[in-house]
């Protein structure tokens, strides 16, 4: 057979070849025996010298012709079978994406903590720093300063918790009020978040120890109206825009004139139900004009200065903005519990 | 104090509805806590009269009777054995609901109509045990009357809470000027009628004296006598007003003191004059440790703070709280000796609380009473027991007045109300205010008021007062809003900001944030073994707590945290990341300042893979977020991490956190003991940190930029043979002060022990980082710190490298 007939057979062969390959494997095994180092060309070659040398220029063209046609020819099946393996690859890697996530694993902040960055962001940015006080106090930061002299009957609205004769642990933040006093010229604008005691028993409403938010601002030309548009834009805040807010008089020894405020019922939306008593109201804070007896015993001219103060309730505000309906959930740290907020 | 709605209707006229006087009140700074209606569910009852029995045909205990309810005479069947023709009873016609919640239906009992019920007291829910017939009701009661009227049942009571500075409002009379000054048109109070029919025969000189030995605690002391009282129950009337009121009924000269005293806010106290020796009152102070059994038949003990009223021989009453037996009005009592006085307050107070008797009228002198009323509540009460307990009273009133009320008169700037309330008044419209809460204006100037107060005032000192009533009655919810002009900025304090970042980190590092107590017990910390010198037993306790388990303050915030996390196992939650900031309390000694520390603590349990592959995924979880923590505060290179020795951890598991050298707190796995005793997951870790160095040493947002390389970085794996004991931190410590030029980083990436190591020794892995800011690094200036490394650690440890 001469090499030219060889040829031609060859390259019928390598198209039914080609054609029929299937994977890549398979074609670079075609690529090896067709153009390798000892492939079916390079044998071509390896034979010229066999053949008649007027042939030779023929011969080498059309093995040539070959070598290219098989190159393209596996170029082209190659760029294929590749395309298709990718394909392939592609929808095999599918994933189920209704899958959780990896965990990440971050902590829940306390509600507590909910609650007093919300309000200390309020307040911050109405020009009030945080302030903070010892919570083991004296009678008279904590009684004397604040307008409750001894043998007056507004301590029997406290059931105090001694340690000594000298010491007690402080039954409201508004010590805080005099230490702030103490240590600062007005203008002052304070709240102080903290912890405070009294001699309750653990019931659902009741708790030994529980935590208030104090707010004080002391300044010329402070007015009641001030106290009534301070505490509006915090009631706002914290419990909506659309609650109604009512101020009703009060007694607190160190405010004169002193004010109840309530909030509209968020249960009954003001129509009256068990959880406001039926009175469509829920009292949220307590607050007023700095009494000129407090001002007077912190060195301030009731005549020149004049301010607001106010204290609540954080466990309260936690109770009622996050529908909670006994305090001592707040301290028995169950995770599931944690983990709402 | 409780107010009856038709009783104080009787002192003034007003256009109010219960309800509606009830809202007023709240809002006039009188809180009404309760709204109640004494005849709840007895609206329908009607009265009626049984006219005719006979005896069911086919029941032997059943009887068939006819009963006129006035508008109509209905048949109904009873089995009640005290049914009689011609009594009144209480009837609930077909329809009506019963208090029980029975409802009244059209029955037939064996064949015969019953058209409603005959009522028993249980069924009308004014007894609580079962009743052996029906009631039967006093004859003066009409047919068809409401049954709640006749009882005296159709009558609200207001519950008011009363603020220190409403002691005016102890007395229905005192709430009638309140109702005054609400009203828009002006109205008169009523005043109770006293018409005494004096026996001239018979001063009052001739059967009684007084003498005040101490006039600072009773600056007035007046007295009145009753003669030939007869002692009997008081009229129903006066019973049923009483019970309103939440007083019970004894007989008519108790009464009629309690009615005065509801009245007019003014305590009275009834003698029985036989048992005072020659009529002689003396009120003085007691004598150290004189005795008197008081009323209640206690004996008591008094000393020089208590002021008493006695006879020449004893002591007849502890003034102001309680009277002695010896003086009690009794059966027998013919005379009474009628007290009507103010004492000073504080003493009272004192009294009633050192002998713990709060009374009524303790309660009232404490809040002071009105010292120029004091009589004529004293005339009342006469005028009462002369109509209701057939007394004669004796002719004059013994008065001794040694320290005479002066009045109060207060100063307030128009200027002053109108800014500190924010609002502008006219003068005329305040004046008119005034006037309605019976305040005086006595001088009138430019821009000041001089007002006049009433006695009965004595919550008002000053110009604030003046406002807060101009305010009360301006109505709070009239005055505008505004903001307080400022530009101030708002700042939290570096502790705070410090405290706050402590608290996202960890939040960040997946530890969950509690809030526990930190009024504790004892036996809080029981679990935790602690031998009695321990630093946690140095603890501030409670002077008068309310029961042992919130006797002290917690000296450290793990009790609190533990508990949360043996609360969680108990629920079969395992797995809890818990962390805590607040302040615990050490004792400083008697009388001094306890130390208030803020203090992080942090628990971890059930914790997953532990990365070193030593059983101790909890502690490694707790000590990885304290490392984060101490670098995002730029705290690393500050903080060390040693072998420790607390009691309460596992004695090879727990390390000492150490600030330049000074242990700032612990972290270790609790011991196993402990474990158990609290139903803890085994390995729980625990930490706590006092944060007071922290606070002083943390810098914030103390960034300072630092170039980024340019140039490649090279890594070296090293691994070394080493003696177990040789802590790691050791090693890496000095791998790191080997070189301070080209070394960036040391990486400790894997520890073992087992196979192909030897006993006692472990093998540990690191990758070095090298990289300079200003080249690239060749292999030899690697190699060479490299090799450095290597000798150290050969001569300092004889570790041996381990070929890769």
């Known amino acids: 057979m001469d090499l030219l007939t060889e040829i031609k057979k060859i390259e019928k062969e390598v198209e039914k070849k080609f054609a029929n390959v299937k994977d890549l494997d398979e074609l670079e095994d075609l690529r090896v025996k067709y153009l390798g180092k000892n492939g079916e060309i390079t044998q071509i070659f390896s034979k010229m010298g066999q053949v008649d040398d007027d042939k030779k220029p023929i011969v080498g063209k059309e093995t040539n012709i070959l070598k290219n046609k098989i190159q393209d020819l596996y170029n082209e099946i190659k760029e294929k079978k590749e395309k298709e393996l990718k394909e392939k690859k592609l929808k095999e890697e599918t994933i189920d994406v209704t899958l959780p996530g990896a965990e990440t694993n971050i902590g829940h902040k306390n509600p507590f903590t909910h609650i007093i960055d919300e309000v200390v962001e309020l307040f911050l940015g109405m020009g009030f720093s945080i302030e903070e006080g010892p919570e083991v106090e004296t009678e008279y930061y904590n009684f004397e300063a604040l307008n409750i002299p001894e043998d007056h009957p507004a301590r029997d609205l406290q059931d105090t918790l001694y340690i000594d004769d000298k010491y007690l642990l402080r039954t409201h933040t508004s010590p805080v009020q005099i230490r702030t006093m103490d240590k600062q010229d007005p203008p002052i604008r304070i709240i102080a978040p903290g912890r405070v005691y009294r001699s309750d028993e653990l019931d659902a409403s009741h708790s030994p120890n529980f935590h208030q938010i104090e707010g004080l601002v002391i300044d010329k030309d402070i007015s009641f109206s001030d106290l009534k548009g301070t505490i509006e834009a915090f009631v706002h805040q914290m419990y909506g825009e659309d609650r109604e807010i009512r101020f009703r008089p009060s007694y607190f020894p160190f405010t004169e004139p002193s004010a109840e405020v309530d909030v509209s019922c968020n249960v009954c939306e003001g129509e009256g139900c068990s959880f406001c008593s039926y009175t469509g109201w829920v009292e949220v804070l307590g607050s007023g004009m700095v009494h000129p007896n407090v001002l007077k015993m912190s060195g301030l001219d009731p005549d020149v200065y004049s301010g607001f103060a106010f204290g609540m309730g954080w466990d309260r505000i936690a109770m009622l903005k996050y529908d909670i309906n006994d305090i001592r959930v707040l301290y028995e740290n169950d995770k599931r519990f944690i983990h709402q907020f | ?804």
């Open chain 2, 1 to 804: 104090m409780q107010v009856p709605y038709n009783w104080l209707k009787t002192y003034i006229d007003f256009p109010y509805t219960p309800k509606e006087l009830s809202h007023k009140f709240t809002m006039a700074g009188l809180e009404v806590e309760n709204l109640e209606y004494l005849g709840k569910g007895l609206e329908d009852i009607k009265i009626g009269k049984i006219v005719e029995i006979d005896n069911h045909p086919n029941a032997d205990k059943l009887k068939i009777c006819k009963v006129d309810i006035g508008d109509k005479v209905l048949q109904m069947i009873t089995g009640a054995p005290n049914v009689r023709v011609d009594i009144k009873v209480p009837v609930a016609e077909v329809g009506v609901t019963l208090p029980t919640g029975m409802e009244i239906e059209e029955t037939k009992l064996r064949g015969k109509v019953s058209e409603g019920m005959i009522c028993s007291k249980d069924e009308l829910g004014l007894q609580e045990e079962r009743a052996s017939g029906i009631m039967i009701l006093p004859d003066t009661a009409q047919v068809g009357e409401r049954f709640v009227e006749f009882q005296g049942l159709d009558e609200y009571v207001l519950d008011l809470d009363l603020t220190p500075n409403y002691a005016r409002c102890l007395g229905l009379l005192g709430i009638a000027r309140e109702v005054k000054a609400m009203l828009a048109e002006p109205s008169e109070i009523d005043k109770p009628k006293i018409e005494i029919k004096e026996d001239r025969s018979d001063p009052i000189e001739d059967k009684a004296a007084i003498k005040i030995e101490d006039e600072e605690l009773c600056p007035r002391y007046a007295g009145r006598v009753i003669k030939d009282v007869k002692i009997k129950p008081s009229p129903m009337w006066m019973q049923r007003r009483l019970k309103a009121a939440g007083i019970r009924p004894i007989n008519n000269i108790v009464d009629i003191t309690n009615y005065v005293l509801l009245e007019y806010n003014q305590p009275l106290h009834a003698f029985d004059l036989g048992n005072i020796k020659d009529g002689k009152i003396i009120v003085r102070r007691a004598k150290e440790n004189e005795k008197v059994i008081t009323l209640d038949e206690v004996e008591r003990t008094l000393d020089q703070e208590t002021l008493v009223i006695t006879d020449p021989e004893k002591i007849i009453a502890v003034a102001g709280v309680m009277g002695a037996e010896n003086s009690e009005v009794t059966r027998k009592t013919t005379d009474i000796f009628l007290e009507a006085a103010y004492f000073e307050p504080t003493s009272i107070r004192r009294t009633a609380r050192k002998l713990g008797l709060p009374s009524e009228a303790s309660h009232r002198f404490e809040r002071g009473v009105d010292i120029k009323r004091v009589i004529e509540a004293g005339n009342r009460a006469a005028y009462l027991m002369q109509q209701y307990a057939e007394g004669t009273v004796a002719k004059g009133v013994l008065d001794n007045y040694p320290l005479p009320y002066q009045d109060n008169i207060i100063e307030v700037s128009l200027a002053k109300i109108n800014r500190l309330l924010g609002i502008s008044l006219e003068k005329d419209k305040i004046e008119e205010m005034l006037k309605r809460l019976e305040i005086e204006v006595v001088k009138k100037a430019e821009d000041l008021l001089k007002v006049k107060v009433p006695s009965y005032r004595n919550d008002m000192e000053q110009d604030a007062d003046v406002i807060e009533e101009i305010a009360r009655i301006y109505g709070y919810n009239n005055i505008p809003t505004t903001r307080p002009k400022t530009n101030e900025v708002g700042q939290r304090t570096r502790k705070q900001k410090i405290e706050k970042q402590i608290k996202n980190l960890m939040n960040s590092a997946g530890l969950d944030e509690i809030i526990t107590f930190s009024l504790t017990g004892p036996q809080d910390y029981k679990d935790l073994m602690l031998p009695d010198d321990h630093r946690y037993k140095n603890w501030v306790s409670i002077k008068n707590p309310l029961n042992k388990a919130f006797g002290l303050l917690r000296t450290s915030l793990l009790p609190g945290l533990i508990d949360s996390m043996a609360t969680n196992a108990k629920r079969q939650i395992e797995e809890v990341k818990y962390f805590e900031t607040g302040r615990t309390f050490l004792n400083q000694g008697h009388r001094k300042r306890p130390l208030e520390n803020t203090k992080l603590a942090a628990g971890s349990m059930g914790a997953g893979q532990d990365i070193w592959d030593q059983d101790a995924s909890d502690f490694y979880y707790l000590k990885g977020a304290l490392e984060e923590l101490f670098a995002r505060l730029d705290l690393t290179d500050q903080i060390e991490f040693v072998r420790g020795d607390e009691v309460f951890m596992h004695p090879g598991r727990t390390a000492d956190i150490l600030y330049k050298g000074v242990k700032i707190g612990v972290l270790g796995e609790l011991k196993p003991k402990i474990i158990d005793n609290y139903d803890l997951k085994d390995r729980t870790a625990v930490t706590e940190i006092d944060l007071t160095t922290i606070f002083e040493e943390v810098k914030i947002g103390d960034y300072l930029f630092e170039m980024l390389p340019k140039y490649p970085a090279v890594d070296r794996d090293l691994a070394i043979k080493i003696s177990e004991d040789v802590p790691v931190m050791e090693v890496l410590n000095l791998i790191n002060n080997t070189d301070d030029t080209i070394l960036k980083e040391t990486e400790l990436f894997d520890i073992y022990q087992g196979e192909q190591i030897p006993e006692g020794q472990k093998s540990i892995a690191f990758k070095l980082l090298f990289q300079a800011l200003d080249r690239t690094l060749t292999d030899q200036e690697v190699n060479e710190v490299v090799n450095n490394i290597v000798n150290k650690l050969e001569s300092e440890y004889e570790a041996e490298i381990r070929k890769k």
